[in-house]
């Protein structure tokens, strides 16, 4: 069956660490994967978006992995604050006819402790 | 603010009325979407619009009715509604139907089921 997972539902961490988020799909032919940020009582927020022909995209203190071999999508948060506290949600959009759909996983809830 | 807003915010209804949920979008976005966002569940999407014309149904029961009378504007015709319906729903818009296109998401409308 086709599966997308958010390894750890709860992360906690110490301020200024780096934040690993976990992403693995199976059965999926994803032709990018995007992550999003989605604080309390909001919609979710685009951050950043990966193809499947690159191995890494970074943006100020994040930076995204992308390894079609291993499945597998890495969200890093480097120089942690409290203020990156949020749930973390990653989504692919899948080669075949629905191609404009992102099916997403059930996010990563993030607390960076002061 | 991110260009997508819904209204109401909130709704309690009970199993017998009929609502609507209204989202617009100001940003020229030619697709639309309607998704749900269940507790310890990922966004499940429910219905597309492309160019004011569905494109995706995603088996939704018929209790659940889209309406789109132009890109910028979105309802959700809700009638006969299960407790089980009961959850945040989140309006979506992006540039194009298509790989590649990141989505804008509403702040969302948190409805209860009586």
């Known amino acids: 069956s086709q599966k997308i997972e958010q390894n750890s539902e709860a992360l906690n961490i110490q301020e200024g660490k780096t934040a690993t988020l976990t992403c693995n799909y199976t059965?999926?032919?994803?032709?990018?994967l995007q992550w999003y940020r989605q604080d309390p009582g909001r919609g979710p927020v685009f951050l950043l978006l990966?193809?499947?022909?690159?191995k890494e995209k970074r943006k100020e203190r994040l930076k995204v992995t992308f390894d079609t071999t291993l499945k597998q999508s890495l969200f890093h948060i480097t120089a942690s604050q409290p203020a990156d506290s949020a749930t973390y949600l990653c989504?692919?959009?899948?080669?075949?006819?629905?191609?404009?759909?992102?099916?997403f996983g059930k996010g990563t809830k993030l607390s960076v402790k002061p | 603010e991110t260009g997508v807003t819904q209204t109401p915010r909130h709704l309690v209804m009970g199993m017998t009325n009929k609502k609507s949920l209204k989202c617009e979008q100001h940003?020229?976005?030619?697709?639309m979407y309607w998704y749900k966002q269940s507790a310890k569940k990922p966004l499940e999407l429910m219905f597309v619009?492309?160019?004011?014309?569905q494109t995706e149904n995603n088996s939704v029961p018929s209790r659940f009715s889209p309406e789109c009378p132009n890109s910028s504007h979105l309802f959700l015709h809700l009638h006969t509604l299960q407790p089980e319906d009961s959850a945040l729903y989140l309006c979506?818009?992006?540039?194009?139907w298509g790989l590649g296109n990141e989505q804008f998401f509403g702040p969302g409308t948190r409805l209860t089921v009586l």
């Open positions: 979506a818009s992006s540039q194009d």
């Open positions: 059965n999926y032919s994803p032709a990018y």
């Open positions: 990966i193809r499947e022909n690159e």
């Open positions: 989504a692919l959009a899948n080669y075949g006819g629905s191609q404009g759909n992102l099916i």
């Open positions: 940003l020229g976005h030619n697709a």
């Open positions: 619009y492309n160019f004011k014309e």
